[in-house]
């Protein structure tokens, strides 16, 4: 599976690029044709990131990626 690194995932935030990324648990997922993530965001949360932390504060389950396609994974970057 191709691996993208954060500063690639930031790029498809809805905004710099057409398609809308989230990742969740290092998977990558295209959020695009959401009508839930139109123009990047959905509700508090922001596409283009990892949103492995934010979900653990919200309604949703990691359930709730299994309809999107998985893009790739994300790039462990060095410290």
Known sequence: MKKYTTQQLALRNGQDKDEIWVAFQG????????????NGKHYEHWAGQDLTAELGKGPHTDSV????????ELAETAL
Request: charged share 30%.
């Open 27 to 38: 998977v990558i997922y295209d959020v695009t044709e959401s009508r839930l993530w139109r």
């Open 65 to 72: 990626f299994e309809k999107f396609t998985i893009v790739g």
